[in-house]
């Protein structure tokens, strides 16, 4: 598949664009650092861009087949107000709508959505402070993903860590199951990448722990 990632210059994007390259994929890499990443495949191109720009998101989609989009604020950003992530995702669903790119995959958290009803009681007020402009804007951003018509998958990772690749991580589809917990990023990357060719999670939005 030709895949576009949206966000690869670090964190989740770039261990999704690394494990992607290893199963065989052409990856276009989307970063406004694109040309820092420390990757280097023939079947990598890195693509320097704005994701608030509509012109850059669009010359990026030509010829994706899947994107994957990654975004992340810096930890300063939590504590102003955010839109990065419904900003850029209006202005992608619509780019990817009118070049029929129809796959969009993409991460938001444990917490966006209907998945905070989850968090528990002690939790709440921790996460509401620190996390709660951040995620009120995931929330939005999960509203337009759903609202889209694509063919999306949306994973929502617990508390991130920098630990290897373990391959042993939960995919909690079922509201029931929804729990918080650690999990690796390279285990999240290995959730993404499989998605780029099963349909299994399509329409679905699972909290992905260990």
Not at 50 to 73: C, F, H, M, P
Not at 154 to 163: D, E
Not at 182 to 206: G, H
Request: proline share 4%.
């Amino acid at each position: 598949m030709r895949v576009l990632i949206v966000g690869a210059s670090k964190g989740i994007g770039l261990e999704t664009a690394r494990q992607a390259l290893d199963a065989g994929h052409d990856v276009r890499a989307f970063a406004r650092s694109a040309t820092g990443i420390p990757l280097s495949n023939p079947k990598l191109e890195t693509f320097r861009g704005d994701a608030l720009k509509q012109a850059d998101v669009e010359a990026a989609l030509k010829g994706i087949d899947v994107v994957i989009q990654t975004l992340g604020v810096g930890f300063a950003d939590l504590f102003r107000p955010v839109r990065l992530f419904s900003d850029a995702t209006r202005i992608l669903i619509a780019a990817m709508k009118a070049q029929s790119v129809k796959r969009l995959i993409c991460v938001t958290g444990f917490g966006a959505g209907d998945s905070r009803a989850a968090i528990s009681l002690l939790q709440r007020a921790p996460f509401h402070l620190v996390f709660g402009r951040a995620y009120d804007d995931k929330s939005v951003q999960e509203r337009l993903i759903k609202d889209s018509g694509l063919d999306w998958t949306i994973a929502r990772p617990g508390v991130l860590t920098g630990g290897p690749l373990t391959g042993r991580y939960k995919v909690l589809a079922a509201p029931s199951q929804w729990r918080n917990g650690i999990v690796s990023r390279a285990d999240v990357a290995d959730f993404l990448v499989k998605q780029i060719v099963d349909v299994t999670f399509v329409r679905k939005d699972p909290i992905v722990v260990n």
